[in-house]
């Protein structure tokens, strides 16, 4: 089984920066704080962009926080650039600008918890050890349990699977962890799987048992009209406002305060195409249509989760 999956993953694994030969291990714990929650054809134009230019611990560590928020862009869950760039400093600050290569040192840096540390030790430095996302937890569901799908949440059983199925040979563990996963993505997908192209078809339980339907339904994460979107179009115009906007400039719909700001040249319903970068983020912001303290929470959770700060004269920006 290892050797039938190792194999596939030879013939048709993607060609992904990250996995190359000559990827530093920065750009890997990039690649895996980027890739959680987050699509690879989202995140591949964000990270070259990212790593171009920041292409070390040290370069990240001496630009500004709000720096990196802008950069994230639209990846998502924009916290994750805060932890990156604190990671950063980490690095800089206590392992002389190099990332650490053992599972228990990367668990020392910030917003590195266990998949992340296990993902950079094994596949930045080859060590042995257990890696588990979604992808690898559906396909040892299937191949190994029979079921459809994982349980909801990680399981200390599903762990202990893992374990059991990682090669005991530390390269033959990378490749395996890498090619599981790649599976999962390519082949054991969670709605349409193409069991006729599984390398191990034969020896999955979940074919075998007849296909069985899930214990329970997926529930997808609601999105329109929810505080995370009103955060998300707060924060691309915030992103697009190099020094800030004003605090009620994030709360006015009204058309004349845009073209007042932002020099449309009329006091009609504005063409988002004929706005500023500016402009068009507050318009698909305003054209949300949200309540007024739901503006107020995405704005003081943006404050209290450090992606947005107040400055004097009552503006509000990325972090400094």
């Known amino acids: 089984m290892h050797q039938a999956i190792v194999n596939w993953f030879g013939r ?31 995140v591949l ?14 370069s990240l ?10 950069a994230w862009g ?12 604190a990671a950063a400093a980490a690095i800089t600050a206590e392992y002389d600008g190099e990332v650490p290569g053992s599972y ?43 079921q459809a799908l994982p349980a909801p949440a990680l399981t200390a059983a ?21 090619a599981v996963m790649e599976l999962g993505a390519l082949i054991c997908t969670a709605r349409s799987p193409r069991c006729t192209e599984c390398p191990v078809r034969a020896e999955c339980s979940w074919l075998a048992a007849g296909e069985p ?29 190099e020094s800030g906007l004003q605090r009620e400039l994030l709360f006015a719909a009204a058309p004349s305060i845009v073209t007042q700001v932002h020099g449309t040249g009329t006091e009609s319903e504005p063409d988002s195409d004929a706005l500023s970068p500016v402009g068009a983020q507050l318009h698909r912001l305003y054209a949300l249509k949200a309540e007024e303290d739901q503006l107020a929470r995405a704005i003081e959770g943006l404050l209290r989760d450090g992606l947005a700060q107040a400055l004097d004269g009552g503006r509000i920006a990325l972090p400094l």
């Open 12 to 42: 048709n694994a993607r060609d992904l920066p990250w996995r190359s030969a000559d990827c530093s291990p920065w750009g890997v714990l990039v690649s895996e704080v980027m890739l959680q929650q987050t699509p690879v054809v989202r």
């Open 45 to 58: 134009p964000v990270w070259k962009d990212w790593m171009s230019r920041w292409p070390d611990p040290g």
């Open 61 to 70: 560590a001496a630009a500004a926080s709000g720096d990196a928020v802008r």
């Open 74 to 85: 639209r990846l998502g869950y924009p916290r994750r650039a805060l932890r990156l760039h």
């Open 104 to 146: 228990d040192r990367l668990l020392t840096l910030p917003g590195v918890g266990s998949y992340t540390a296990a993902a950079v030790a094994a596949f930045a430095f080859g060590h042995r050890e257990t890696v588990v996302d979604t992808n690898i937890r559906r396909v040892q569901a299937r191949l190994s349990s029979g």
């Open 158 to 178: 599903e762990m202990r699977l893992a374990t059991e199925l990682l090669p005991e040979e530390p390269v033959l563990s990378v490749k395996w962890n890498a």
């Open 213 to 241: 339907e899930p214990t329970y339904t997926p529930r997808g994460q609601a999105w329109a009209g929810t505080d995370r979107q009103v955060r998300g179009a707060m924060m691309a115009a915030l992103r697009a406002a």
